[in-house]
Structures are given as C-alpha cells and as structure tokens.
C-alpha cells in the first residue's frame, strides 16, 4: 500500500481546495479511509473518514457543512473537497487505510503516506 496526499497550497480565507489520496501500489483501492491533519506544534487530528464503498461517511465537528469527503475506486482515489476554508485550517493534511477500532484515532490507521501542506492566509 502506497498512499499519496497531494493537492495542497497556499489559499485565502472562505476559498476551496481539492485534495485526492491515491494508492499508487494498488489496482483497487478498497479500503476504509481516512483524512487526518497535523498543524505545527498540534496533535494530529481526525478529520474525516470514508467506507470502502462510500457508504458511510465520518466527520469532525470543526469540518462539517464545510468539508466534503468521497472516493472513487475506479479511479483510485479518495477526494476532500474543502470550502469556506478558515486560518486554524493551516496543517498538513495525509491520508491513511482504516485498520479497524475508532474512526477517530489516528492510532487505528496504518499505510500513512506523505502529507499535504494547506495554507490559509488571512
């Protein structure tokens, strides 16, 4: 498994961004997974997290109404689509494949690939 964040930038406060996480070891990406983000001197935190097939969807309170999660295995990809996008955004974002327990532990993901920096300039 070879997950890849990529998308990220420097945007302007109430502006959108995509991110996609793509595993590029893989033919299918079947797994249950999940967005996380760490900003500097912060714990990394849940973010959002998405079934296998996009049946259920999971959210942090701080991102809801505003982020949007979804996937599609055809091609391979797990998107975040993000608007209204505030400063206390700024992080890097990664991707991770659920393992199982909580959807809200980082501890219950593995596969974690290199981040994303998303910037929101006031």
């Known amino acids: 498994v070879q997950l890849q964040a990529s998308g990220g930038g420097l945007v302007q406060v109430g502006a959108s961004l995509r991110l996609s996480c793509a595993d590029s070891?893989?033919?299918?990406?079947?797994?249950?997974l999940g967005w996380f983000r760490q900003a500097p001197g912060k714990e990394r935190e849940f973010v959002a997290a998405?079934?296998?097939?996009?049946?259920?969807?999971y959210y942090a309170d701080s991102v809801k109404g505003r982020f949007t999660i979804s996937r599609d295995n055809a091609k391979n990809m797990v998107s975040l689509q993000m608007s209204s996008l505030k400063p206390e955004d700024t992080a890097v974002y990664s991707c991770?494949?659920?393992?199982?327990?909580?959807?809200?532990?980082?501890?219950?993901?593995?596969?974690w690939g290199q981040g994303t920096l998303v910037t929101v300039s006031s």
């Open positions: 991770g494949a659920f393992m199982g327990g909580s959807w809200y532990d980082s501890g219950a993901y593995a596969y």
């Open positions: 998405i079934t296998w097939n996009g049946g259920r969807t």
């Open positions: 070891g893989r033919t299918e990406l079947s797994y249950n």
